[in-house]
């Protein structure tokens, strides 16, 4: 079968192709569009598709519109309950209404499709299955879903059996952990749906001083599900404004929040568990790209292993909506080749548009190691390489790189993009060393765990050292990513670290680079020192005479 997947009714519009059980593209509808997160997620932008991302898959593949066999659509209207609490009263009409025309829609956008093939898959089930049946071994295991809410749930926890699902438990909405982790997010002055990772990295500078309090508003049930109840968020700390200054009681709020987060979701995994007794949980919707609370769940969970949708919100139900109408089509699954599924140019593409940009450029002989000599001088370098990610992270394929071994890059690489000075920057490291340096689980290439790095390590590489002494990072495996492995041993030939600093190439409010243009205009307007991309390298020595 070739199916469509579309992502559309929420936030992070997003389309992905599955032919013959094989994934061919995904991308997010924010890189064609550059608008971060492709749409805000209000009812009323519930039309909004993916069209340039569903036009782009179909290209990739050299499919017509007709040509396909479903289209999947992770949303099911026919689920919605009319007047459930935890729904916009004065909207909610209104998104299921555009959710049911959406075959229509869809037809609109790319002629010549047949609306009669659009599927409406369950959004929790499209998360559950981006996660089971994308994973290495797709076809059995445990699968947790926790998101701010789909129809009418928040959570789904479940078990596969040879690609089959079996739906265990699920929470009703108002209850919800991810619109609980929002209403802070907006309390504390960023914005929901979108800042949430702010708020993990804020934790880190405070004490969980309010967690008795919050026991007693947010608990799981004993049946696989939980409650939250309203919280008064001012009654512990005062709300913070967007360009205020976060305070003690800003961070101890974050920090009390997440160990709470972090609570429920063993007694969930442990609930899960002690019906299957599985030995492997998979996880999706947006509470898993938590990655503080991932490497909890490892460390303390039940669960001998864990693997997390690299595109874990809602981005990633275009694929598991895909998937699941494929497998149930019949179509044997293959896992998920990588996150490095969207758009890539040729050298002769790129070329041209550096020609077009009438920039000085080169070939280098050996462009790793002219990048290991930059990085090696405390330069910063823009990579521009492969495929683009899908997903928040950047891979490898569209990131920033710096040398760890200096400090004071955190707030130059925080000055360069824009951001908030508490927040951390990541290092990406080979596979053959990262137990050296980091306990936490390994392998981890999709950067959706934390890790403790060695004491003897963390004097060597402040640059990526959280607050907490952890830092979230990225393993290379030369099989996977052979230019960037060449790239970090040039590295370490240089200076003994087998490790670099690796942040996404966007800054500030700003999708990530995803085409050339983007990278240029990335590079012309940041003060990144060096662009490689491709084969060819842009210096700003050269472009800007000094």
């Given at each position: 079968?070739?199916?469509l997947?579309?992502?559309?009714?929420f936030?992070?519009?997003?389309?992905?192709?599955?032919s013959?059980?094989?994934?061919?593209?995904?991308?997010?509808?924010?890189?064609?569009?550059?608008?971060?997160?492709?749409?805000?997620?209000?009812?009323?932008?519930?039309?909004e598709?993916?069209?340039?991302?569903?036009?782009?898959?179909?290209?990739?593949a050299?499919?017509?519109?007709?040509?396909?066999?479903?289209?999947?659509?992770?949303?099911?209207?026919?689920?919605?309950?009319p007047?459930?609490?935890?729904?916009?009263?004065?909207?909610?009409r209104l998104?299921?209404?555009?959710?049911?025309?959406?075959?229509?829609?869809?037809?609109?956008?790319?002629?010549?499709l047949?609306?009669?093939?659009v599927?409406?898959?369950?959004?929790?089930?499209?998360?559950?299955?981006?996660?089971?049946?994308?994973?290495p071994?797709?076809?059995?295991?445990?699968?947790?879903?926790?998101?701010?809410?789909?129809?009418?749930?928040?959570?789904?926890?479940?078990?596969?059996?040879?690609?089959?699902?079996?739906?265990?438990?699920?929470?009703?909405?108002?209850?919800?952990?991810?619109?609980?982790?929002?209403?802070?997010?907006?309390?504390?002055?960023?914005?929901?749906?979108?800042?949430?990772?702010?708020?993990?990295?804020l934790?880190?500078?405070?004490?969980?001083?309010?967690?008795?309090?919050l026991?007693?508003?947010?608990?799981?049930?004993?049946?696989?599900?939980?409650?939250?109840d309203?919280?008064?968020?001012?009654a512990?700390a005062k709300?913070?404004?967007?360009?205020?200054?976060?305070?003690r009681?800003?961070?101890?709020?974050?920090?009390?929040?997440?160990?709470r987060?972090?609570?429920?979701?063993?007694?969930?995994?442990?609930?899960?568990?002690?019906?299957?007794g599985g030995?492997?949980?998979?996880?999706?919707?947006?509470?898993?790209?938590?990655?503080?609370?991932?490497?909890r769940?490892?460390?303390?969970g039940?669960?001998?292993?864990?693997?997390?949708?690299?595109?874990?919100?809602?981005?990633?139900t275009?694929?598991?909506?895909?998937l699941?109408?494929?497998?149930s089509?019949?179509?044997p699954?293959?896992?998920?080749?990588?996150?490095?599924?969207?758009?890539?140019?040729?050298?002769?593409?790129?070329?041209?548009r550096?020609d077009?940009?009438?920039?000085?450029?080169?070939?280098?002989?050996?462009?790793?190691?002219?990048?290991?000599?930059?990085?090696?001088r405390?330069?910063?370098v823009?990579?521009?390489?492969g495929?683009?990610?899908?997903?928040?992270?950047?891979?490898?394929?569209?990131?920033?790189?710096?040398?760890?071994?200096?400090a004071?890059?955190?707030?130059?690489?925080n000055?360069?993009?824009?951001?908030?000075?508490?927040?951390?920057?990541?290092?990406?490291?080979?596979?053959?060393?990262?137990?050296e340096?980091?306990?936490?689980?390994?392998p981890?290439?999709?950067?959706l765990?934390?890790?403790?790095?060695?004491?003897?390590?963390?004097?060597?590489?402040?640059a990526?050292?959280?607050?907490?002494?952890?830092?979230?990072?990225?393993?290379?495996?030369p099989?996977?990513?052979?230019?960037?492995?060449?790239?970090?041993?040039?590295?370490?030939?240089?200076?003994?670290?087998?490790?670099?600093?690796?942040?996404?190439l966007?800054?500030?409010?700003?999708?990530?680079?995803?085409?050339?243009r983007?990278?240029?205009?990335?590079?012309?307007?940041?003060?990144?020192?060096?662009?490689?991309?491709?084969?060819?390298?842009?210096?700003?020595r050269?472009?800007?005479?000094?």
């Amino acid at each position: 079968m070739r199916v469509l997947g579309i992502n559309a009714i929420f936030h992070d519009p997003a389309a992905a192709l599955v032919s013959d059980g094989v994934v061919v593209a995904a991308a997010e509808e924010e890189r064609f569009s550059r608008r971060k997160h492709g749409k805000r997620p209000v009812p009323f932008s519930g039309w909004e598709l993916p069209e340039k991302a569903a036009r782009w898959c179909l290209d990739e593949a050299g499919l017509e519109p007709g040509a396909l066999d479903a289209v999947a659509y992770s949303y099911d209207p026919s689920l919605v309950e009319p007047g459930l609490d935890g729904h916009d009263v004065q909207w909610e009409r209104l998104r299921t209404l555009y959710a049911q025309r959406a075959p229509n829609f869809l037809a609109t956008a790319l002629p010549g499709l047949d609306p009669g093939i659009v599927r409406f898959v369950p959004h929790h089930v499209a998360h559950a299955a981006s996660a089971a049946l994308a994973a290495p071994g797709p076809g059995d295991g445990d699968v947790l879903v926790l998101d701010g809410r789909g129809e009418s749930h928040s959570h789904l926890a479940g078990t596969y059996e040879h690609g089959e699902l079996t739906p265990l438990a699920a929470q009703r909405l108002p209850h919800s952990l991810g619109l609980t982790y929002e209403d802070l997010t907006e309390h504390l002055g960023f914005l929901r749906s979108s800042d949430e990772y702010k708020v993990m990295a804020l934790a880190s500078y405070g004490e969980p001083r309010f967690l008795d309090e919050l026991r007693e508003h947010i608990r799981a049930t004993g049946d696989g599900g939980f409650a939250t109840d309203p919280v008064d968020w001012g009654a512990l700390a005062k709300a913070r404004a967007p360009d205020g200054e976060w305070t003690r009681d800003h961070a101890d709020l974050a920090a009390s929040v997440q160990a709470r987060l972090e609570e429920v979701l063993l007694d969930l995994a442990a609930w899960l568990h002690g019906r299957t007794g599985g030995r492997r949980l998979t996880l999706a919707g947006g509470v898993a790209l938590n990655c503080v609370a991932n490497s909890r769940l490892a460390e303390a969970g039940p669960y001998d292993e864990i693997w997390v949708q690299p595109a874990a919100g809602d981005a990633g139900t275009a694929l598991g909506a895909a998937l699941h109408v494929a497998r149930s089509g019949g179509d044997p699954l293959a896992a998920m080749p990588g996150a490095d599924l969207g758009r890539s140019w040729d050298d002769a593409q790129i070329a041209a548009r550096l020609d077009t940009a009438k920039i000085p450029y080169e070939r280098p002989d050996d462009l790793a190691a002219t990048v290991a000599d930059a990085l090696a001088r405390d330069e910063i370098v823009a990579w521009f390489q492969g495929r683009s990610e899908f997903g928040p992270r950047a891979l490898g394929h569209r990131s920033l790189l710096a040398h760890p071994g200096h400090a004071h890059n955190v707030e130059r690489l925080n000055d360069v993009k824009g951001r908030e000075q508490f927040r951390p920057i990541a290092p990406m490291v080979a596979l053959d060393h990262a137990s050296e340096m980091f306990e936490g689980p390994l392998p981890s290439p999709y950067m959706l765990f934390v890790h403790r790095v060695k004491p003897e390590w963390r004097e060597r590489i402040p640059a990526v050292v959280h607050v907490d002494g952890t830092a979230r990072i990225q393993t290379v495996d030369p099989g996977g990513e052979p230019l960037v492995a060449r790239l970090l041993e040039e590295f370490r030939r240089r200076t003994g670290l087998p490790v670099v600093v690796n942040t996404s190439l966007n800054t500030a409010g700003r999708p990530m680079v995803d085409d050339p243009r983007d990278a240029l205009e990335c590079f012309g307007s940041a003060p990144v020192d060096l662009l490689a991309i491709g084969p060819y390298v842009v210096r700003r020595r050269e472009v800007h005479g000094r």
